[in-house]
């Protein structure tokens, strides 16, 4: 089983209501408001760990006798005979309103959630001699933001379209309780309730200043803060999506873009980090022209006795010009050739064009791909790519 | 406006009975339906009777292996803050501990402590095991029993050597982890010495002799520690010098890490005279530390790196010798005040040339006596000698920082002189630091015990 044995049922109860107030008789007309729509929810889920996380488990090991390589029997997991589901209670609210016959929808959700028992990798002190994790239900996570979309047709008519979609979100992310756990702590990143899950931690550079203007910072002209202090989260906490269409010759031809932003974040730009730290050859050391803040966090890397990477923990806020696109509907008569009911080709470019405060080569670079966090590490971006789609409806 | 479609009664009837059917069936506890077979899980009640009890000691040598020529671990990290090796790659985790000023969150430190740690914890869990078999069968054989006392007595003092003082040793049970608080270095190694009682108290059977051989070298090692060197002589007096317990490698369990990192990789690279105080392992041409031609380290760094090759990718190492037992003899004879003893045992040592033999993988080499020691007759010139030849016969094992440690402890000199200090030559403008131990791992602040009594104290 997934849980420990003491574990039973569980009920996830769930309830939600929606009214489309506008329906209703005593709701004022106007040609200007087409609809309204209000809705709330509020509901449980629950997450269950893996099949084997709650079992105390060996693995195989081989050693070998100086004549034979020999079977053998390790220990590999704690697990947690306590182990029971993650718990999220969410509640939500909402609307979504037309105006001007619909040809303006606007909707709007405020969410909070609270997630209790959490499953975390509680970090294990090597002293113990075991594992290095310990998964248990161990958080406090509450999630709270709002998302909206604001769609416009903007023209609507036979031979040509318009049309403007903006969707987003903000969400803040806290760690509130680790029950009576202490503070997990990484050599970049900490879970400490209160601050975001996974937030970066680093000696900060306090100060810096070239006192014989000489252009080049050393280290006793740059001053790390003694102690850890909490720099940023590593996931965005605002994303937006801007897209935008033109339809014309009888609307069989579509021309969109589609921007994204994404913004409140921070990475740790290890690329530049080990260029200064290990390899000397990143700007902030080779370059005797860089600018301060690039040498401050070369010379706080390298020469500063914290070896402090907070020069390297960069704020990561982008917007990208993600995706360029035609699209074009062939003839129906094409179509029917081809025993089919509609066809259309696609041309579409994709990452073209990136504006950031981010120094590193680019805020998507990722090492972690599929941990859900961003890892700067030698990694090559994301590429720009071109693609053709042939669409075939049958 | 939006129209919704119900399903048929019938489908509709059906749906909700297959719901409930599934509903009471979880509600009335039937796990039929769930329980599945798992070959790859292991749990604690698939490792029984005499084959557990086998396997879980295999194990346990296997970790042994790890914290030893099998990984990265403190032989090699050990020896990189003293002067065996130079670090030769872009790891800024190597280079902060060659350098000597390596900080707690250097993320090489974590497997190193837990490594040995978990030699104890696993060793113990495979004690009681044998210990359930041999009274479930009515055996009397206990030398696997000593065989593994002695395992943890030897990571103990791989540690006690290695980090900052004071240190925890924690462990886990059935209700989980069992934090401890930190002891100091002594107390560690008392702990160790008494896992060494155990095992000669526990050694009856075939591999007894073994088991006695090895778990005296260990309590030999542990006495030169704490400075009692004549009891420390006296424990190892009847361990041949031909007394080996040795790592063993193959395809399956892992290349030599000193080969693989050393001169294959070439990520590390043979200290020579490191830091002014270093010993000079390529000039002194000696055959126990066999080297290879000079060439470029991995990030080219060092142009003209030396790397070792007295071991290949499946050469077994040392752990424990008879030539330990002897080099503990000699410093008792020293701290006794027998120089002439002490340079008996070293000249005897110099003069077997099968202890230093060419390694079958090495083409045209050949072996000349090594020559006599001269008594400098100067304390001073005794100790370093002494020293010296601790460091060529165990060179890459996880002894030299501890040697270097006992110079200033026990020896009375100054860090400053004994080790790497100066011009830190990899980069430049850099000067090497003062770190003399490694520090306890930044994931040890997870032990509630540890987080309010930090190890500052990174004195030898």
Known sequence: ?394 | MTTTRFLPRRLARLSLAAVAAFGLNACSGETALLDVDAPQVLLPDDITGAAGASALRNGVRSRVFGISSGGENLWLLGGLLADEWRGGDTFVQRQTIDQRVTLEDNSFLFSPYRGSVRVREEAFDAIARIREVNAATASTVTSPIGELFTHSAYALVLLAEHFCSPMPISGYGPGGIEPAAPISRDSVLRLALAYTDSALANRVGPDSAAVRQYASVIRGRILVNLGQFAQAAAAVAGVPTTFTNRTAHSINVGDNQIWALGVSARRYVLGDGEGTNGINFVAANDPRVRFSAAGASFDGSITNGRYPTNYDRFSGVNVASGVEARLIEAEAALNAGDAPGMYTILNTLRATTALYACPSHITGCTVTALPALVDPGTAAGRQDDLMRERAFWMFGTGHRLGDLRRLVRQYGRTATSVYPTGAYVRQAGAQYGTAFVLPIPIEERNNPLYASAVCTNLNP
């Open chain 1, 1 to 394: 089983s997934s849980f420990g044995k003491d574990f039973g049922a569980l009920t996830l109860p769930k309830v939600s209501l929606s009214y489309v107030i506008s329906d209703e008789s005593f709701f004022p007309r106007s040609s200007l408001l087409s609809s309204l729509r209000l809705r709330a929810s509020t509901g449980e889920s629950a997450v269950q760990p893996g099949p084997t996380d709650a079992l105390l488990t060996y693995g195989t090991a081989t050693w070998n006798d100086g004549a034979a390589d020999l079977p053998g029997v390790v220990f590999t997991s704690l697990g947690n005979s306590a182990l029971t589901p993650e718990r999220g209670r969410e509640t939500e609210a909402g609307f979504e309103i037309g105006l001007l016959k619909s040809m303006v929808n606007l909707e709007f959700t405020y969410y909070e959630k609270l997630s209790t028992n959490g499953l975390l990798s509680r970090t294990l002190p090597p002293s113990v001699g075991g594992p290095a994790t310990q998964l248990g239900n161990l958080a406090s996570v509450s999630n709270r933001g709002f998302e909206y979309l604001l769609n416009l047709k903007l023209i609507d008519g036979v031979n040509f379209g318009a049309d403007f979609i903006m969707n987003g979100s903000r969400n803040v992310n806290r760690l509130q309780s680790l029950g009576d756990v202490a503070p997990i702590i990484g050599t970049t990143t900490r879970q400490v309730p209160g601050f975001p899950v996974n937030g970066y931690w680093a000696r900060p550079i306090t100060g810096y200043s070239d006192a014989n203007n000489d252009g080049i910072l050393v280290a006793s002209e740059v001053t790390v803060g003694p102690n850890f202090e909490y720099v940023g989260v590593q996931l965005p906490v605002h994303e937006m999506t801007f897209q935008g269409g033109f339809e014309f010759w009888r609307r069989r031809i579509r021309v969109s873009a589609l921007v994204d932003r994404k913004t409140g974040h921070h990475i740790l730009n290890g690329t530049d980090r080990i260029r200064c730290e290990s390899r000397l050859n990143c700007r902030g050391v080779a370059d005797r022209n860089a600018p301060l803040w690039e040498q401050a966090r070369a010379v706080a890397v390298r020469l500063d006795p914290s070896r402090t990477q907070f020069g390297f923990m960069e704020a990561a806020d982008f917007t990208r010009l993600r995706e360029v696109s035609i699209n074009a509907q062939l003839p129906q008569s094409w179509a029917r050739a081809m025993k089919g009911r509609d066809v259309s080709v696609t041309l579409a470019a994709r990452n073209l064009k990136l504006w950031t405060i981010y120094s590193g080569i680019d805020p998507e670079s990722n090492y972690l791909s599929g941990t859900g966090f961003q890892s700067d590490f030698q990694t090559q971006p994301p590429p720009a790519y071109y693609t053709i789609r042939f669409n075939y409806g049958f």
